[in-house]
């Protein structure tokens, strides 16, 4: 055999020994391996000719047994899978660590359900056997569990737990009825941040496929959470997840808002509860911010709930006629383009809906047509990602690339759920609190000034939970632009 | 300093268990044991591993073989399993594998498979090389996954007691019979455990060559621990060579490319463009055996037509698009991982070594011939003979699974303590370790290269002299135990040198070809079914090759 080309690797690699050590801390490793080498390799390589000491776990090498599962560069991913790269480091999943890249998982898998068969042996059919397949896939890695936020602050099984749940409810083989033991392990915690999905090395959309699968089977067995119960009565009521306590976003502005100069684009605009009830300000800001960049608005009147908050936590009953309001409200209008600037709503209508006008977040929209600069704010600023933005649409850089006009400077903070999802600000607000304490320390970590995002669930709720004034998007850029108008209108000076 | 005497170790041992039935290995076979046996009292499933997450099993891709169908029959497979296995298996063996194969099915069907189905919800079936009759059944192309999830489900609803990430060094004797095992935890510190029985369930070891399609585990200890603890073997010479393994990059090297790839109207091309199957079996072609297309391969590169990694072509760009992405997506993934896009360009392809035919000698209730235990799996010889059918593996898992489990839980209870004499030289063997030189790697390396070049697809009685020198020799080198957690590579490294003895040893005993065994310095006139051989079988008191009489 030809062996192919030697590179050499500078790896970083957590160490632990409980024997000696307090903390872990990273060594760093530099050794030879084969042109295309996994993270594997580069860890076989130390432990064969450097250092024997080192743990870690692998065996199948083929990306299907789910055991090498660690992070690199904090990501998790299988090593046997991952492409080695110089200067990386290597550190355990987030599970309490045994030594070195060893973590505790025996427990979780321990707890996973087992199926408690029948006696006769019965085939399921086509159809049932292909909605179990998804679920199937996993390969036990724990990847997901160790980078639940849900898992980390409230007693919860965690994401394959609820997945091999949803295996278990799907199967006509299995014996007993265990949504009262899902609800136990922990189904109402998850805040439906997708982020075990996004780590999940078979991709398995656990929020979507089990959690909310199973919280519909809760919500038929009477088993809702009663504040999720309290919600879903409000909307049928009223249209709206949030009470009327002020004059809404909807009250206060036309169907049609032309903009001050020239019509360089029109968009159907989509407000969602919160920034039509609850903090309508931020939404009269996006007004301005529109207005000032040629953009005209449609603003459907007729338009009510998106269903967000009933898909995710179960109670589906009433969906299929807010979707069809919501459509008719915004075909009639003749919109192709429907904007939002909730990231809730808009990945609902972009994941749960079949619309036939395109859906896009507001910061797709600005970032498209471009916008006139604003004033940059003497302020050091940080981006929370909204979970339903980044991970629902994928939306990462737009964001960015606006907020980063409008300030002096600007610091990232790491991206998590900041606890205001899935239900669990209303039905859990303990955990979500706890969830905002961590946002907080993040925050204060950065040394920022003001905290930026783009989603009315994260601005209220962090805005609780930290002393930094936290601001969507839209916001920031109308302060810059009064800034601007301010420094214009100022007499120079001499 | 440490006095490492019997009486030390027992005294000194972390943990002692006690149980009835001690299974070694949490694969499909010993998983299935283990849920069998804990009918009849306590059950320890011991695994070098995360339960279920080692071994073969949760890699196989293909499928299970079982006779569902009317229109097919246990004959039928019984003579396929016959002609494949070049007529050196176990006929009774063969013929329980084929008989109880659908009631295993059934059993995982019960406790809750995911076996696709077809619209009239039966179990689905596909064609696989060999057999007459599609009846190997599939879960996609993760049927052994999809196995090994269903087994560990079982595992967690029953009371089993789980010693994972636990290396077996050896099995302890009572006399002439096995009352247990010693066994290394996570830290290298020494378990004990007593059993009224003990079933093997170690699978494969082609981890001895330098190509292999074997995972970390495969590096056939349980033939190891069989034959130091005064087991016979058979048939150990008997290597399944998979005709198509990956050739780069250099560490993907022998990771398995399904034979569904062929199986979809892949073609087999050498360097210089040619379909070179037309020369070695021009009626099937790529669809040939196992054995004669890893041949033909091997004969390509070895005659200068191969790639430049080595290898030859296996193509499917020929093929539309979205016919790969739905019948070969983990294909697709796996080498769109490594930069190769299969729909637009050919894989490159060489044999890789695969399974090991040989094994324990059983009899059809798994008892091997040592009194206490029982082996099953891969482990075991004489159900495929000298060349596995694709698909019989699965069902081999499944059957003397569940009768090794089945038989070990009805052995007898014996006394209630392991002997100091059981424990024997143990302390000796880690000590020595400890004041060992040698890279476990070193060691390993060498061997690899050298049962490839000797002992792989062809042989020769000096090739594989060569290879036997070398294990002899890397035999004297004290493998090095830095610390009491590098102990059990220490072991398993001793154990990979034992398995490449027996298979040299094995392949210089058999004088002819045969399946999967191709001696090129020795010509017989006999088709397989008129062989005068049977086993080789190879133990402690003696080594030869069975004479047996063949109708003229």
């Known amino acids: ?494 | 300093m440490y006095l490492y005497n019997a009486r030390y170790i027992k005294m000194h041992a972390d943990v002692e268990v006690d149980c009835h039935v001690l299974v070694i290995g949490s694969g499909g076979a010993g998983a299935r044991a283990a849920l069998e046996a804990s009918q009849y009292g306590k059950t320890v499933l011991v695994s070098r591993t995360l339960t279920g997450k080692g071994g073969c099993t949760p890699m196989a891709e293909g499928g299970y073989n079982a006779v569902l169908r009317n229109a097919d029959s246990c004959p039928m497979h019984v003579a396929d399993t016959l002609r494949g296995g070049a007529y050196l298996n176990d006929p009774a063996l063969v013929d329980i594998l084929v008989r109880e194969s659908p009631e295993r099915m059934a059993d995982l069907i019960r406790w809750g498979a995911v076996f696709d189905v077809t619209d009239s919800r039966e179990i689905a079936q596909r064609p696989f090389g060999g057999q007459q009759f599609p009846r190997t059944c599939y879960a996609g192309d993760r049927t052994g996954h999809e196995i090994m999830a269903t087994l560990v489900e079982q595992l967690r609803s029953r009371d089993i007691e789980q010693l994972q990430e636990t290396t077996v060094i050896e099995l302890l004797l009572d006399g002439g019979r096995v009352c247990g095992a010693a066994m290394l935890d996570r830290n290298g510190g020494l378990l004990l455990c007593r059993a009224d029985a003990t079933v093997l369930a170690t699978g494969g070891g082609t981890r001895v060559y330098d190509i292999s399609t074997n995972c970390a585990a495969g590096t056939g200890d349980g033939f190891a621990l069989g034959y130091r603890a005064g087991a016979e073997l058979i048939d150990m010479e008997m290597v399944q060579f998979h005709p198509t393994g990956a050739v780069y990059p250099y560490n993907a090297r022998g990771r398995l490319i399904t034979e569904a790839v062929r199986g979809e109207g892949g073609l087999l091309l050498n360097a210089e463009g040619e379909r070179f199957m037309h020369r070695y079996d021009p009626e099937r072609m790529e669809l040939s055996t196992r054995d004669v297309v890893a041949r033909a391969i091997a004969t390509e590169i070895l005659e200068g037509r191969g790639t430049p990694h080595n290898g030859v072509y296996l193509d499917v760009s020929h093929l539309p698009a979205p016919t790969i992405e739905e019948r070969l997506p983990i294909m697709l993934e796996q080498f769109l991982a490594f930069g190769v896009d299969i729909r637009k360009e050919p894989m490159e392809v060489a044999p890789t070594a695969h399974h090991i035919m040989g094994g324990l000698r059983i009899t059809p209730s798994g008892q091997t011939t040592v009194p206490g235990l029982f082996a099953c799996g891969e482990v075991a010889g004489g159900v495929h003979g000298a060349n596995r059918l694709g698909g019989n593996a699965l069902a081999d898992t499944q059957v003397f699974g569940k009768r090794a489990g089945e038989s070990a839980g009805r052995a007898a209870k014996q006394s209630g303590a392991i002997p100091i004499s059981a424990i024997g030289a143990i302390g000796a063997r880690l000590e020595r370790f400890r004041a060992g030189s040698v890279p476990p790697i070193a060691i390993i390396e060498t061997l690899r290269r050298a049962m490839w070049d000797g002992a792989g697809i062809f042989r020769t009685e000096a090739s594989l002299t060569t290879a036997g020198e070398t294990v002899a020799s890397l035999k004297t080198r004290t493998p090095q135990a830095r610390t009491d957690r590098n102990l059990a590579e220490c072991c398993t490294v001793e154990n990979m040198l034992e398995v490449a003895g027996l298979i040299v040893r094995g392949a210089l005993l058999r004088r002819e070809s045969r399946g999967a065994h191709v001696r090129k310095d020795v010509r017989t006139a006999w088709e397989p079914a008129q062989s005068p051989y049977g086993h080789t079988f190879q133990s402690r008191s003696g080594e030869g090759i069975e004479q047996r009489e063949v109708a003229a």
């Open chain 1, 1 to 494: 055999m030809k062996e192919g080309d030697m590179v050499g690797i500078t790896a970083k690699v957590s160490r632990f020994n409980p024997e000696t050590d307090k903390e872990p801390h990273f060594e760093t490793y530099t050794v030879s391996v084969h042109d295309g080498a996994r993270v594997l390799h580069v860890l076989h390589a130390i432990h064969d000719r450097l250092d024997p000491t080192l743990a870690y776990r692998f065996c199948c090498e083929a990306g299907q047994c789910g055991s090498c599962a660690m992070r690199v560069n904090g990501e998790p991913v299988l090593a046997c899978m991952e492409e080695a790269t110089d200067g990386m480091t290597v550190e355990p999943l987030r599970l309490p660590v045994i030594r070195d890249l060893l973590v505790e998982v025996e427990g979780v898998l321990a707890r996973l359900a087992p199926f408690e068969a029948g006696e006769e042996p019965e085939i399921p059919s086509k159809e049932e056997i292909e909605a179990i397949k998804p679920l199937r896939d996993c390969i036990e890695c724990l990847s997901c569990v160790s980078e639940c936020p849900a898992v980390d602050v409230a007693s919860f099984l965690g994401p394959t737990g609820m997945r091999q749940e949803m295996r278990i409810a799907l199967d006509p083989r299995a014996k007993h009825d265990r949504i009262k033991k899902a609800i136990d392990e922990g189904l109402f915690t998850c805040t439906t941040c997708q982020r075990c999905r996004d780590v999940c090395p078979k991709k398995i959309a656990i929020p979507g496929r089990a959690i909310e699968k199973l919280r519909e089977i809760a919500n038929r067995e009477g088993l809702t959470l009663p504040r999720h119960q309290a919600v879903a009565r409000l909307i049928e009521e009223t249209g709206r997840s949030v009470d009327r306590t002020k004059a809404t976003f909807l009250e206060q502005v036309p169907e049609v808002v032309e903009p001050d100069g020239p019509v360089r684009g029109e968009v159907g605009f989509f407000v969602g509860c919160m920034y039509n009830g609850r903090v309508p300000e931020t939404a009269l800001d996006m007004i301005e911010v529109m207005k000032r960049n040629g953009i005209r608005l449609i603003i459907p009147h007729d338009q009510v709930c998106c269903g967000s908050p009933l898909i995710r936590t179960g109670q589906t009953a009433i969906l299929p006629e807010l979707k069809k309001r919501n459509i008719e409200a915004f075909a009639r209008k003749g919109v192709t383009t429907v904007m939002t600037m909730c990231a809730g709503c808009g990945s609902t209508l972009k994941n749960d809906y079949d619309t036939p006008f395109t859906v896009k977040d507001i910061t797709e929209v600005l970032t498209e047509y471009g916008i006139e600069p604003p004033a940059r704010l003497d302020v050091r600023a940080t981006y929370h990602d909204p979970c339903h933005l980044l991970r629902g649409q994928g939306i990462s850089g737009q964001p960015r690339e606006l907020l980063k006009t409008a300030v002096r400077e600007f610091v990232e903070m790491p991206s998590r759920c900041c606890g205001a999802g899935g239900g669990v600000r209303s039905g859990l607000p303990d955990e979500a609190a706890a969830l905002g304490k961590q946002r907080d320390d993040e925050i204060k970590k950065t040394g920022a000034d003001i905290v930026v995002t783009a989603c009315p669930f994260c601005e209220f709720h962090i805005r609780e939970n930290t002393d930094r004034p936290v601001k969507h998007i839209c916001t920031l850029l109308l302060e810059g632009y009064r800034e601007k108008d301010r420094k214009r209108n100022r007499p120079a000076k001499g």
